[in-house]
């Protein structure tokens, strides 16, 4: 891998993804002063509901797509036909799911109405996942950085441009249906991209030039579906562990609190970012050829990348502690003050979630990647039930505590297992050994 080539890509994404995140941040901050915390809560968990779905629309389609390209080489477009398949009945399936949701639970209108119209924002998810997948096979990184900063950018202009005209016209619902708006031109990129894909218009990069895949077999739909079920499974988890706290904050609590808590995550979503460029942006599909092609390589970036994770974590989590009493009531307002210790203690999770990612990737190569899903299962249950228990006795103080314990269990569940399996038995053992 050329140096200055992947330093250029990684500074392209990571320009990219500062640059999105700083919006989406932004976005955040506006809304949350805006809304207040209580409506800003209903808001919150509606938009952490539909987006804890959307992994279903698609379920695991794109990570597939990074490992069989990475394997197979241009082989691979053998699967695009089922992959196809799959995507249009799971996302019907998905968008059913959300509006029976909003159905079947007692919600008042506002939230109903709200998850209505976030319907589009599944469609959104999956268009962006689908075709960030095209692009980084493709190693198009500056128009990967691009589908990532525009919906952010389109969601904060037309909040700012609504509440200019008309600023007691702009609640809940009226940001849902602009996140909604935003979802259309995404869908309709997305849709041109998958177009030359299916018509194997696309340049797969660190692969032989195509050759015919004609004779082979192609994929179907219920092979697709197996194939991926434990990226979807994994996408579905990480959300859980990630997002379920917000939901169930509104339910067993109250929505301001909800709005309270969305903060501190808003704040710890920026503060991820680091580890979420390296590897799930530039790193994954290199990940994916280096197990199976350069063995000393995928050793030499596990090892480097965990010293290097866990150095920036916990620089991230002593910034965290130091700056929120001073950024919280600076960006949020006096109204979110119950928000700073709630984050103090979600800092803890920096180094943690750094860690994870470092070692977690090395279980999505090869035959590790049902492992990994079940692991992140164990998990995100984890989460799940202590979060339940935790907010009904703690509050907000609580579902943090329950977050960290849970990222720490998924770190010693991820570092145990990479140590034994995916490096414990490996021919050259006392290299690949970590200690």
């Known amino acids: 891998m050329n140096i ?26 506006m809304v949350a002063r805006i809304l207040g915390p209580s409506e800003y809560g209903v808001l919150s968990s509606a938009l952490s509901a539909a987006t804890l779905i959307a992994p279903l629309a698609g379920f695991g389609i794109p990570q597939l797509w990074l490992k069989i390209f990475g394997v197979e080489g ?30 079947a639970i007692q919600h008042n209108t506002e939230t109903k109405i709200i998850l209505f119209v976030l319907t589009f924002h599944v469609a959104h998810q999956l268009f962006t996942e689908i075709t960030s997948s095209k692009l980084q096979l493709e190693e198009r990184y500056q ?37 909604a708006g935003v979802a259309i031109p995404t869908v309709i990129f997305g849709m041109i991209e998958m177009s030359k894909m299916k018509g194997r218009s696309f340049s797969l990069k660190g692969h032989p030039p195509q050759n015919s895949s004609d004779c082979l077999s192609r994929p179907s739909l219920y092979k697709v579906f197996v194939d991926s079920l434990p990226f979807g499974m994994a996408a579905t988890f990480h959300l859980v562990m990630f997002q379920i706290n917000i939901i169930l904050i509104s339910y067993i609590a109250t929505p301001k609190e909800a709005g309270i808590y969305n903060v501190a995550f808003a704040i710890m979503t ?44 916990i620089s991230a989590m002593l910034c965290v502690l130091v700056f929120a009493p001073w950024a919280v009531p ?20 920096a180094p943690l979630r750094f860690l994870a990612c470092s070692v977690g990737v090395t279980l999505v190569t090869q035959e590790h990647m049902k492992s990994k899903v079940y692991l992140m299962g164990v998990a995100a249950l984890f989460n799940t039930l202590a979060s339940i228990v935790f907010i009904k006795h703690m509050n907000l103080t609580g579902a943090a505590i329950a977050t960290v314990l849970s990222d720490l269990l998924l770190l010693s569940l991820y570092y145990f297992f990479a140590q034994k399996y995916v490096f414990g038995h490996t021919h050259n053992h006392s290299t690949e050994k970590l200690t």
Request: proline share 4%.
């Open 330 to 349: 600076v960006l949020f307002g006096e109204k979110y003050l119950d928000a700073i210790p709630v984050l103090q203690i979600l800092s803890i999770c």
């Open 74 to 103: 241009w082989a691979g477009i053998r699967w695009i036909p089922a992959s196809f398949k799959f995507i249009k009945i799971s996302s019907t399936l998905t968008i059913i799911l959300l509006i029976t949701w909003a159905l």
């Open 143 to 179: 128009l990967l950085s691009m589908i990532q900063i525009i919906p952010h950018g389109l969601r904060l202009l037309g909040i700012s441009t609504m509440y200019l005209i008309s600023p007691l016209s702009v609640d809940a619902i009226t940001v849902s249906l602009i996140y």
């Open 270 to 313: 920026a503060v991820y970012l680091t580890p979420s460029v390296i590897y799930q942006k530039f790193l994954l599909p290199k990940i994916h050829r280096w197990s199976t092609h350069d063995r000393v390589r995928f050793v030499e970036v596990y090892k480097k990348g965990n010293l290097a994770m866990l150095l920036l974590g």
């Open 4 to 29: 200055k080539k992947s330093l250029k890509a990684l500074s392209s994404l990571w320009a990219g993804s500062i640059m999105a995140a700083f919006l989406a941040f932004l976005t955040q901050v």
